[in-house]
Each structure stands twice: as C-alpha cells, then as structure tokens.
C-alpha cells in the first residue's frame, strides 16, 4: 500500500520501475526506508528539473530567433511590394549606400573649379557633380537631368549658386552671388501711386536699406533652399566642397543682373514672387 502511495505521489523512473520497487521492499515486505529516501531525492531533482525547464520555457535565443525571422520576413515584403526598390519601405539610411559608405571612409573631397569640370558628364566613367555654394553633390543617379542631353546638364561640373537664385540658366552659370539680391528690391511703378512721392530723401533711404536687408535674406533663402534640396534628396550625396576660388577684386564691377531677373522684379506695394520650385 505505501508503495503503491509512492508511485501515486512520486510518478518517476525509479518509483515506477520493477527493479526499483521490489528494491523499495524487503524481502519480508516491510518498505525499506533508505531506498524510499533515494527514490525521493531522485524524484525531486526530477521534478525540480521539470521545473526550470517549464519556467524557462522561452529564451533569450528563442527571442533573439523571432526577431531575426520578422526582421528578414519584412525586409524581404519591402522588397517584393517595393518590386525590387527597398529593403526598409522607401527608407534607405546612409550607411547602406555603398557610394555614400565609401565617401564616408575616404573623407570628403576638395576640388578646385578646373577639377570640378571634368565632372560634367563628358567622361561617362566619372561621376557627375553639381555645386551650391561651394558645397559638391553627387548626382550620378539622375544622369537623365544633369548627363549630356539633360535638361540641366549646365549645372553639372561647376558652381552656379547665381543661376539656381536668378534663373538665368544661360547668362549666370557662376558662383558669384554680388548684387543679385536687387532682384528681389522692388521696383517704382510709375503707374501706381504707393505714397513714395511723400517721403523725404532721408525716409527714401532708410526705407532702400531696409529693403536691401529684407532681399539679401530672400537670396540665403533661396541658396539654403537648394542646398537643402540637394543635401536631403534620396538619391544624392554630399561628397566635398571646392577650394582654390580667387577672392573678388575690390576694384571689380558689380555682376549686371540678367534680363529675366530684372523682368521679375517685384513692383513697390505688390508681393514678391518665390520662384518655381
Ligand atoms: C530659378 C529657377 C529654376 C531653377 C533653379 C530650377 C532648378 C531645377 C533643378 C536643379 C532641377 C533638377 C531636380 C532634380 O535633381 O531632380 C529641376 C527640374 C525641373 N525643372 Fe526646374 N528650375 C527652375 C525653374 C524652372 C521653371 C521655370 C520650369 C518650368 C517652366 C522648370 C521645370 C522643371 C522640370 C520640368 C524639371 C524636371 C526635369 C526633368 O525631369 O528632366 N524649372 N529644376
């Protein structure tokens, strides 16, 4: 009866092996107290090993397994639903661009203007640059605008921070910035009436100064604008910056402005136009 208690209680290899339960009686039949006390010890390091297995049922390896497995599964989503485009849903982080990687690790690249031309898209086997305000771009994945043929061809090789403000695409492929701002001073319309005839030479002039500050601002605008443009486009880089560009002589002329930016001058009294893009 006591052994047949202990299997009931205790179900385990030892408990419920023949070997063991005839061992667990004397031969007498009384129940030996020394095997009933190992076939104990046994079976509670058996069910303290039940235990902890339960209790650690899932492990760190298993969480570490289930991440791994979503992370490729959804990688590999973006790719089929993206056909091919994207591993991460549209987002590309830098450190997977190899050209960009690359750039990273070499450090960025200084060129003078000279340097900066072969980089127009005439040697098909060199990358193509563009240039605002002295920082360089790399914009080979568009080779369709800026390579030979492409609409914005011109800006490729060079600097031409004036031309991206002005619009002058012919006249003003230059870095120099000079006196552009007037292209956002406004105008006197002859035949309007704004109130300018009533002010003293004195109000004439502070009112100038103010206006020159306010297109000065206009014009950081519109180069930071591109600069941005170019700096966040997901598919160019900022590679380097130009060096080696002389400092204007003091005794040189003011750039005239070009035609189509005299043309959009703003008129006194009228808002004045953002451009484009
Ligand atoms: C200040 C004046 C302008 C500047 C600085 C400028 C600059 C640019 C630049 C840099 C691009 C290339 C964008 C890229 O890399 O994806 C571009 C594209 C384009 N721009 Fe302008 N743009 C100006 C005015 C205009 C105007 C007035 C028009 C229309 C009449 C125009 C029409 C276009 C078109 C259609 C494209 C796409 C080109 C293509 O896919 O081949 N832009 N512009």
Known sequence: MSQLRQRTIHPGPSSSSPSSSSSSESESGDFDITTFAESKKNTHQESATIYDEESNGITLADIIRVLVTLTVALCGLSYYMTLSESWFWGYRPWFTKLPVVMRY????????????????????????????????????????????????????????????????????????????????????????????????????KLRLEQEVRAAKAQVRKKVQHWHDFFHSHKKYFEIGKIIGVPPKAPDQPKRELCEGAKRSRPKRGKATSEGNH
């Open 105 to 204: 690790l070499r450090g960025p690249l200084y060129l003078t203007p000279e340097q900066l031309s072969l980089y127009n898209g005439t040697d098909s086997s060199l990358p193509l640059y563009v240039a605002v305000n002295g920082t360089i771009f790399d914009v080979s994945a568009n080779r369709g605008i800026y390579g030979p043929g492409g609409s914005y061809n011109f800006f490729a090789g060079r600097d031409a921070t004036r031309a991206f403000v002005t619009g002058c695409f012919k006249e003003d492929l230059t870095p120099d910035l000079d006196g552009v701002e007037e292209m956002f001073i406004p105008v006197d319309d002859v035949d309007v009436a704004d109130g300018s005839e009533n002010l003293t030479s004195r109000e004439k």
